[in-house]
């Protein structure tokens, strides 16, 4: 994503226009967008003529139409998102308080005002245009005639070529056949991996088959490579790593990426990290139950001891409608930063993330044991409930 310009003034009020480059900005927009933001872009508008015969037409013209949020419609992959709400600002085409839906896309601008900015939207903005954001890890889940190419980045698995090719039946009379559509097939796949993978990026490139598949894709690149001169390939044969999936289709690479040799050469991963921060807590939970907490009241309590190491959160808990909830939150990842504790936000679109949701989105690693937080929080809720 490409900030075009921004404006916040000392009261946190304020507006960024940003541009969409990449799928992967839809995701980051979905969770930047709250309701009762503020947001134009630019949209198509029926529009209804009557000449000075008296005959009435209908004209689309394009216009910039700015909506405030009501609601947001978003499928995770998909090259568009659709944001509804009623019209905050008239022009001559379209009335003020006006239902409309803008759609936001690839390649273009949209404005986002909010009352106010707080840290966490503007991490979301940084995060967003920042260019070492994108994906260090690549996926080729493939069988014979079928292969997905997959980048994976912190807050989704994106599918950047899908390559489907009939391969003729392995028979004595036709072993040739079958040998040539194959080669034809791994070229394809290597075409895909040189265009879509940035070696000065992924660190490693998982590739997962059925039976031998990936063996034999990876002796025909690798020679391949030699014969033409790919350097890309050459230089960086060490990042490929063969592993074992029950398919080519996408939804295998949950079962590779679980796989605990495939986990330790992800494990410098930006993909890996949100898997680790969370095994780190049920760890702590099953030896250290008075330094691992769960829940907004535990959690709160253990920080006005300072006593957060690590603070876990999901990022579904900044898209509250609920404003004050939303407050909460924001205050207790300021509260956890400014005593220096390390702050983790999970996506909700990974599987750590569904994990963390269903221990209320919320979590601690302390930095000492607190055996009294069960107590405290009892305490809290008797006192809360007399008044």
Known sequence: MKQIKRYIDRYRQGYFILFIEEVEDLWHAYHLISLGDKLTSVSIRKVT???????????????????????VDFIPGAESMRISGPVSEENRFIKLGSYHTLDLELNKNFTIEKSEWDEIALDRVSMACEPARSAD???????????????????????????????????????????????????????????HID???????????????????????????????????????????????????????????SDPAVAVKLADTKAADE?????????????????????????????ERMAIQTLLLTDELFRAADIARRKQYVGLVDSV????????????????GEQLQKLSGVA????????????????????????
Do not use: W
């Not at 008296?54 to 405030?68: A, P, Y």
């Not at 350097?231 to 790593?241: A, G, R, S, T, Y």
């Not at 930063?337 to 599987?351: D, K, L, N, Q």
């Open 275 to 303: 898997v680790r921060a969370l095994d780190e807590f049920y760890n702590m939970l099953k030896n250290e139950p008075d330094r691992a907490f769960y829940g907004y009241n535990h959690v709160k309590l253990a920080q």
């Open 199 to 257: 070696f000065s990026l992924i660190k490693v490139v998982v590739v997962a088959s059925p039976g031998f598949v990936k063996d034999q894709f990876l002796e025909y690149m690798f020679a391949e490579a030699l014969r033409q001169d790919m350097k890309q390939i050459i230089e960086n044969k060490p990042k490929f790593l063969p592993a074992h999936s029950s398919s080519g289709h996408k939804h295998a690479l949950n079962e590779v990426l």
């Open 137 to 195: 890890a690549a996926a080729i889940v493939m069988s014979e005639g079928l292969a997905n190419l997959c980048l994976l980045t912190r807050g989704m698995t994106i599918v950047k070529a899908k390559i489907e090719t009939p391969i003729p039946r392995k028979r004595k009379a036709a072993i040739s056949g079958h040998e040539k559509a194959l080669h034809r097939f791994f070229d394809m796949i290597i075409q895909a991996i040189l265009r």
């Open 364 to 387: 601690a690693i302390l930095r000492f044991p607190l055996p009294d937080i069960e107590e405290l929080a009892e305490e809290e809720k008797e006192h809360e409930n007399v008044h």
């Open 337 to 352: 930063r400014a005593s220096s504790g390390e702050v983790r936000i999970f996506s909700s679109m990974h599987p750590s």
């Open 49 to 71: 003529k009557e000449s000075s015969s008296g005959s009435v037409e209908q004209e689309r013209v394009k216009t910039n139409v700015t909506i405030t949020v009501e609601k």
